[in-house]
Structures are given as C-alpha cells and as structure tokens.
C-alpha cells in the first residue's frame, strides 16, 4: 500500500468520524448556546437514535432515510418533553441542571440495559461493498454517512437561517432578554431547541449504527468527543462545532494511521491543548465581555 | 371428625417445617463480562453455570453428604476490566458467601482478581489465556479452556503450511490479555517462518479499527490474525478490514468468536477465514447442549460455554466425592482425582504440570475450521502437538 492510498484511506475516514462529531457537537453546542445547559445526557439520546433506527430498520424493514427520520422525530420529541418535565424547573441554576442532565443519561443507559439487554447488536448495512478506484478502496457505508452528514446539517443550517423558529433560536441565543422583548416566547423556544439537538444527536446514532453496533453504551465515547470538539470550536458556536468536529476527526484519523492508536489519544487532546492556548476561546468562539 | 382432619393437617404441616428449613442454598458466582463486546463469552459463561444449576435443581438439588442444596446462580458484570472485577469479587465473596466462581473471564482480571481468591480459597474457573492464570501460588484457579499457548502453535503451523504466508498483521487489545497474546502470536508465526509484520495495540471501548487496519495493509501483510480480540471486536474487524479492500486470508487462533464474526461481518466477508474451533459441532451432546443454550438465551451458542458447563458439573461431582461444599481444600483435591470424567466434550482429564506447574488445565481436543457461505466447516482435528 502506498503512501497516497495511506492519505486518501485517512482523510476519508477522518471525514467519517468528523462528520459524526460534527452532528453531535453541534446538537451539543445548541443547547448550551441557548439554554446554558451542558446536556451530559446528549450521547444516551444519540444511544436512542440508534436503537430506533436499528429497530425500525431491521423489524420493520423500510427505507432507511425513513428509519432516519423516525429516529429524529421520536428522539426530538422524547429530548422536548425531557426538557419540559426535568430541565425546565432548573432552568435559574445552571450547576442543578447540570445535574439534572446527569440523572437523566445515567436513566435513559440503565433503562436500556434493563430493556434490550447490555450486548451489542449487529445492525445491517445500508450499502454493502466498497467504491474501489484504483488502488483505493472506499466502504460505501462510510461515503453514506459522510453524504448524509453534509444533508442533514444543509438542512439543519437552512432551519436556523431562513425559518421563523430557527431565527427565534438564534436571537434567545445572542440575547434572552432582548429577545422576550421581541414577543419571542422563550419558554417555547427552549424545549423546541432541546428537541433539535437531541434529534441531530439521534440522526448521528442511527447513522453510525451500521458502521459500528448498536448497544446501550455507545453513546459514551461521542458524548466524550462532542466535549473536546465544542471546546475546541468554541463553547455555543455551532460553525465552531462544525470545524471542530472535522479538525478532531482529522486529527484522530491521520495521527492514529501514521502513529498508532496510543500515540493518537496522546496526539489529539495534545492538539486541542496547543490549540486553547493560542485561541482559549477555541477556533471560532467569542471571547466572554 | 373435622377436629381430627384439622389436627392431622396441622401435625402433617408442623412435621413438614424442619424439612423445608432444611432445604439448604449453594451459591454459585459468575464473574464475567456482561456487557460490551465481551458480551458473548460472558454469556456463554453465565449460560453454562445456570443450565448446570437446573440440571441438579431439576432433581431436588445437589445431594452432597445426606443434604440437598438448591443452586443459586449470582452473576456480576466485569465489565472486562481487572478493577471491577476485584470490586465484584470482593462482593461474591464477603458479602454473598460464594465459594465457587465462574470466572474470571479475561487475563487482566484474573491477576487483579486471583490473589484474593487464592487467599479466600474461593475454587475459580476461568477463561484468562495468561500462562499465570495457573501456577503453584494460585491452587484454586482451574482453566476449562484451552487457552492460545496450548492451540496456537499447532494451529498456526497448520495455517501458514496451508495458506504459505509469510507476512502477518494484526490488532490486540491493550491490556494484559492483548499483550500476552500479541506476544506469543508474534513468536508462534516466527517459528514457523512466517514474520508478524505490523501489531498494533488498541483501547478496548474502541470500535473504529479503520485507521489502524490502513496502518497494518500498508506493511502489505500475506494474512491478518485475529487473536486475542472479543468476538465483537473480532467481528467488527473481519468487516472494516474486508471493506478496505484486503482479500487474503484471515485467521482467528484465539477464542470461540465464530458465531459473531458470520452475525456481524456477513457472509461475503467471512470467506477465507480460518477460525479456532474449541468443539466438534457434529458431536450428538453439543448439538444437544447448543440446542438447549439457543433455545433459552436466543442467541447463537459460543463454543466456549461447553467447557464451562463440564467444569461446573465437575466441581459438583467433587463436592458430592468430598462430602462438603464448605471446605473447598476437599472439593479441590477430589476435582483434581476425577480421572476420565463424562461431559458434553466428552472424556476429559486435568493436565498442565509440565507446563505451568499445576494440573489445573481441562484437557479435551480442538479443531480448525473454515469459513465458508456462512457456515464452520472443521478442515483439521488437533492436539497440543499437532493439527492434522
């Protein structure tokens, strides 16, 4: 194997696992822009996004962008009434809410250990086969995931631009006070961009479950990684997100196909420690006033 | 005359107390991984320990010097790792009473997990490959598995003749276990003239091997081993490295993953895979065994339970032979001088002396199996000396 083909086989799977940290970090950085919530329970709902898409695909056997869009829309609408009922009366204290998201991951992973069991379960491709292009070879799972990555935030990024709701999101973002004053009803603004972010966490879950397996704790290592990648792009900005999640995913690929996957975890936090000393308000985050 | 019915039920109910109470609980601990992509073998573990547990409650329970005892299975989650393991123990042993332990499953909590056994003469039968899960200094540790320092070097000398490799890759996990393995892989293939070429070490929650495996094809390896990786990972690897594009030959010398590997992987990717395979799938009793497993956990059988469902009823036969289920210095020395005992493998015998100084090794055949449209087929039967 080649050089070339070494390079190529790593920034394709660095955009792989980009894309997935981008999908989580961004769900993740919406709530705390928003709300000033860290949702510690973001990878058990991108664990739910997973076990939906793997439930309807493999029980149900229909479409899988359609899988995809159950996912989102159960898990959306499961994060709304989570934010309703349980986040919602800690809303004037950060640290309890916090806690609360706590609580709730900790759940929402024994509640699906106690439901489908602890074992990881195999979930069908959606495209068997690789793209083979001379001497490089590419998983058509993988290309999938990167194409739907790229979809889902185009459409995500058209919500926050051009439509009523998403325009509400950003203003209680920039300024809750301000935007109350605009007639913006910010208590119905929160748990919708809860829903949101939750559900990209879910879409990114169900992506990545044929690629990997589907069980109750794989939502640990992205949560883990949607972390590092919204500090890295800078607390609440979601362009941050996007950066960040394919800086560490690149990161991650090339360091642990040069170096090995030791000297790759040693590699990536290094980075992302060099990289909030020049910029500690990350990539593209503000500095606070 | 209804005061006479009355007086003789309550007489034939008090008569019946000191019986019930009489009726005595052995506990019997499982130590294994129970979640994550150890999963399978814990289950096969956990398995094997209920279905012998039936077995004998089915008939009263497990007469042992007049008294019967109802078999209680307790099973704790390892999680894979030599911490939680201790952790665990510690709870069978002074919080539960346990004196026998299915378990441990890996090598890393074995050592973390096996000085304390030893100490607690708590009688342990684990699944940890390490040539230091048996030793003088741990009398109670006995291993029903054949573990890859017994297996490996004939079945490797089968494979490279066969395939005539000469450049192996492969991924361990990094721990104790992975090391051990990596290692004694990396010497079984040198002597027989193959070279391991790239052997790169992994975090075990890890399940994205493709950076690592682009690393292994680019040394241009003949053939990719498997050993030393949880059925799920073993799985997850078959398909990661057939979707880059690697179509030689891929072995799996180390534990029972076939099940998992044909589940995840699928069947075009499985072709040209030679896999250990611990039991003869053709034999009446596992057909039997694998039948009752499936049936009850709806999940396809990991070779490896077998071995401790024959250990189990050994360890209650030693009881029965000792008279006790207390003093397990006793059940040792009668499970030990069980000589040519029927199970599930068949007839088997304890042995290692030679090699780690305690006679605590099941021994039983093993056999090499090839993949093929999704299917085991055994290609060669084998003993610690050779596969043919």
């Known amino acids: 194997m080649g050089y070339s083909i070494l390079l190529a086989q790593a920034a394709l799977n660095g955009l792989v696992i980009g894309a997935m940290y981008t999908l989580m970090a961004v769900g993740f950085t919406l709530t705390f822009g928003i709300m000033r919530v860290v949702n510690f329970a973001h990878g058990e709902f991108y664990m739910l996004g997973a076990f939906t898409g793997f439930f309807t695909y493999v029980c149900w056997d229909i479409p899988f962008v359609v899988c995809l869009l159950i996912a989102a829309l159960i898990v959306g609408i499961l994060g709304m009434l989570v934010e309703r009922t349980l986040i919602q009366p800690f809303r004037a204290d950060e640290m309890s809410g916090m806690i609360a998201t706590l609580a709730i991951s900790v759940i929402i992973q024994n509640g699906a250990v106690l439901l489908w069991g602890p074992q990881p379960r195999p979930m069908p491709d959606i495209v068997t086969g690789s793209l083979a292009i001379g001497p490089f070879s590419f998983s058509w799972s993988r290309l999938v995931v990167i194409a739907a990555a790229a979809l889902i935030f185009a459409l995500f990024w058209l919500f926050m631009q051009r439509t009523r709701l998403g325009r509400a999101m950003r203003a209680v973002a920039q300024d809750t006070e301000t935007a109350l004053i605009q007639g913006i009803r910010v208590n119905h603004v929160y748990p919708l961009a809860f829903g949101v972010s939750v559900a990209l966490a879910a879409l990114a879950g169900a992506l990545m479950g044929p690629v990997f397996s589907v069980s109750p704790f794989v939502g640990a290592t992205p949560m883990l990684k949607a972390f590092v990648v919204v500090i890295l792009g800078g607390l609440g900005s979601v362009p941050g997100a996007v950066v960040g999640g394919l800086v560490l995913g690149m990161i991650e690929s090339f360091t642990a196909t040069i170096f090995g996957s030791l000297v790759s975890d040693i590699l990536q936090l290094l980075l992302v420690i060099l990289i909030l000393l020049v910029r500690p308000s990350g990539l593209l985050g503000q500095r606070e006033a | ?388």
């Open chain 2, 1 to 388: 005359m209804r005061g006479i019915l009355k007086a003789a039920l309550l007489s034939t109910a008090l008569a019946a107390l000191p019986c019930a109470a009489s009726a005595e609980t052995l506990k019997l601990g499982v130590l294994a991984t129970l979640s994550g992509a150890g999963t399978a073998w814990g289950i096969a573990m956990q398995g094997a320990a209920e279905l012998a547990a039936e077995d004998v409650n089915a008939t009263g329970g497990l007469e042992v010097a007049g008294k019967k005892y109802k078999v209680e299975v307790v099973a704790y989650d390892d999680h894979y790792k030599a911490a939680d393991a201790l952790t665990a123990f510690n709870r069978m042993a002074f919080d539960d009473g346990i004196k026998y332990v299915v378990g441990p499953l890996g090598s890393a909590p074995a050592l973390a997990m096996l000085p304390v056994s030893t100490e607690n003469k708590v009688i342990t039968m684990t699944m940890a490959f390490t040539p230091k899960a048996l030793s003088p200094d741990f009398k109670y540790s006995f291993r029903p598995v054949i573990p890859s320092d017994v297996f490996s070097d004939p079945q490797i000398k089968w494979v490279v003749q066969k395939l005539g490799a000469k450049r192996v890759g492969g991924l361990f996990p990094n721990d104790e276990s992975g090391q051990q393995v990596g290692a004694a892989n990396e010497a079984a293939y040198q002597a027989v003239g193959a070279k391991f070429v790239a052997k790169e070490f992994f975090e075990r929650e890890r399940v994205d091997f493709v950076p690592l495996l682009t690393r292994v094809l680019a040394q241009n390896i003949d053939a990719f081993e498997l050993d030393g990786n949880a059925p799920q990972t073993a799985a997850l690897l078959v398909k990661q490295i057939r979707e880059l594009g690697f179509k030689g030959p891929i072995i799996r010398t180390g534990g029972d993953a076939t099940a998992d590997i044909l589940k995840i992987a699928g069947k075009e990717a499985t072709e040209n895979v030679y896999v250990h395979q611990p039991i003869n799938p053709d034999s009446g009793a596992i057909k039997e065994y694998t039948k009752r497993f499936e049936d009850k956990y709806k999940q396809p059988l990991n070779a490896f339970s077998p071995f401790f469902y024959a250990n189990v009823k050994m360890t209650f036969a030693a009881m029965q032979k000792a008279g006790t289920v207390t003093d397990t210095d006793k059940v040792r020395d009668a499970m030990l001088a069980l000589k040519d005992f029927d199970t599930v493998l068949g007839k088997v015998n304890w042995i290692g002396e030679a090699q780690w100084k305690s006679n605590q090794q099941l021994d039983a055949p093993f056999y090499v199996a090839l993949l093929k449209g999704g299917e085991a087929h055994v290609v060669a039967k084998c003993t610690p000396k050779l596969c043919e």
